[in-house]
């Protein structure tokens, strides 16, 4: 069964910082995509930050640009996102996901999830107050 878990989150003042962590097991990963994206109160779920795996292209959403830092650890197929300079409007639950797959488009992947077949975590929550 495979397991994305998430952790790190938490409540933390405007211009602070946080490290979140992602945890993928119950399959042996290859090449994928894997990324962070977020979902705020009344607000549909967007793109953070993605990776592709396989040569470790990173890519942002334009918010979050020059603040925040995706990596990986593919001997523990874990994944990181350091969060810094951060604003109230970060305030969001966080999700990590993992799309498994040859050859995939990790940028496009960004700003359309359903692009393909992913494993999601439950999210954790990153509360930034002003």
């Known amino acids: 069964q495979v397991q994305t878990v998430e952790s790190g989150g938490g409540s933390v003042q405007a211009g602070g910082s946080l490290r979140l962590s992602c945890v993928v097991s119950?399959?042996?990963?290859?090449?994928?995509?894997m990324g962070w994206f977020r979902q705020a109160p009344g607000k549909e779920r967007e793109g953070v930050a993605t990776?592709?795996?396989?040569?470790?292209?990173?890519y942002y959403g334009d918010s979050v640009k020059g603040r925040f830092t995706i990596s990986q650890e593919n001997a523990k197929n874990t994944l990181y996102l350091q969060m810094n300079s951060l604003e109230p409007e970060d305030t969001a639950m966080y999700y990590c996901?993992?799309?498994?797959?040859?050859?995939?488009?990790?940028?496009?992947?960004?700003?359309?999830?359903?692009?393909?077949?992913?494993?999601w975590g439950q999210g954790t929550q990153v509360t930034v107050s002003s």
């Open positions: 119950g399959y042996t990963a290859g090449d994928q995509c």
């Open positions: 996901a993992a799309a498994p797959g040859f050859r995939l488009l990790c940028d496009s992947w960004l700003t359309r999830e359903n692009l393909y077949i992913a494993y």
């Open positions: 990776i592709d795996t396989d040569d470790g292209s990173t």
